[in-house]
């Protein structure tokens, strides 16, 4: 198997407070610069539609994703003033999710073990 079919990804969606987009906008951007040096993050993007937010994001294993959320926490807690969480998804191997499920649970994620697939 791959890197990334290993990969633990979190896969949040949010809904942005009316009005607030343009500073959703800059606490992404910040996100990201946070982001940016972290070896375990494979992957780390936003994207937008209407004013849903949805984070694509992916570590090298659970430990990488709870070290980025450490991280990330106090712009996240900014960004959480402006925007509502309306669903958080887990991808990876059952072995890996199971590490996570004790410090996400006050999030109630739906967790998606991995089954199969093409990495290039």
């Known amino acids: 198997m791959s890197e990334l079919s290993q990969a633990v990804s979190i896969n ?3 809904k942005v407070h009316e009005g607030q987009m343009e500073k959703a906008r800059g606490l992404m951007r910040r996100m990201v610069s946070n982001t940016t040096p972290e070896e375990a993050c494979l992957y780390y993007d936003f994207s937008i539609n209407g004013d849903e937010v949805f984070c694509r ?9 709870l070290t980025h959320i450490s991280r990330v926490q106090p712009i996240l807690e900014e960004f959480l003033q402006i925007a509502d969480v309306t669903r958080i998804e887990l991808h990876g191997p059952a072995a890996e999710l199971e590490k996570l499920k004790g410090p996400m649970a006050d999030l109630n994620p739906a967790y998606f073990v991995h089954e199969c697939g093409v990495v290039r």
Do not use: R, S, V
């Open 12 to 14: 949040p969606y949010f």
């Open 57 to 65: 994001e992916a570590y090298i294993d659970a430990e990488g994703l």
